[in-house]
T-cell receptor, first 113, second 114 residues
């Protein structure tokens, strides 16, 4: 079955440090890829997406992600963490012909002052 | 503009009771999705509508779960004979049309079965 793996259920960084959240998917068939962020008691908000074209995609709040087909990965990065980035981040994948998204289990990001 | 809304925001019910959860998608969105998010997990797909019809209901866990979208807009997720294991946050999402890739999520309904 197709699956999405997020390495690390909790990641803690210092304010100003690099943020790296990892996402790998199971199929060699290129999917459409998404990162969503969920703040406490709020719904999921789309950060960025990859469908076709440039493999480095930029999203909101200074986040970006790179699609690496050979590694079946779509890791999320931000050069400098801000306290307001503390939230849970979900990687999601959609394969062509399939309506729904398949989500990873999420990574909770903590930012220390 | 208005986003996806879900009512109620919280629902507490007793084991064995029937519940209905409502989703109002973004106006004009033809595709509507239901997901369930248990504690510490990512959202899991339940059912997807394209217009009024269920295009894929393969994620519904059993026949106690049913969803409708009679006029192609508002959708209701119905759970019969609720069990404690049904406790979760139920998320609704919509997108402008099938194949338009991003889905816009509502705030969810937190269902607690006691």
């Amino acid at each position: 079955a197709q699956s999405v793996t997020q390495l690390g259920s909790h990641v803690s960084v210092s304010e100003g440090a690099l943020v790296l959240l990892r996402c790998n998917y199971s199929s060699s068939v290129p999917p459409y890829l998404f990162w969503y962020v969920q703040y406490p008691n709020q719904g999921l908000q789309l950060l960025l997406k990859y469908t076709t074209g440039a493999t480095l995609v930029k999203g909101i709040n200074g986040f970006e992600a790179e699609f690496k087909k050979s590694e079946t990965s779509f890791h999320l990065t931000k050069p400098s963490a801000h306290m307001s980035d503390a939230a849970e981040y979900f990687c999601a994948v959609k394969w062509g012909g399939q309506g729904n998204l398949i989500f990873g289990k999420g990574t909770k990001l903590s930012v220390k002052p | 503009g208005a986003g996806v809304s879900q009512t109620p925001s919280n629902k507490v019910t007793e084991k064995g009771k029937y519940v209905e959860l409502r989703c109002d998608p973004i106006s004009g969105h033809t595709a509507l999705y239901w997901y369930r998010q248990s504690l510490g997990q990512g959202p899991e797909f339940l059912i997807y509508f394209q217009g009024t019809g269920a295009a894929d209901d393969s994620g519904l866990p059993n026949d106690r779960f049913f969803a409708v979208r009679p006029e192609g807009s508002v959708s209701t997720l119905k759970i019969q004979r609720t069990e404690r294991g049904d406790s979760a946050v139920y998320l609704c999402a919509s997108s402008p049309q099938e194949g338009t890739y991003e889905q816009y999520f509502g705030p969810g309904t937190r269902l607690t079965v006691t």
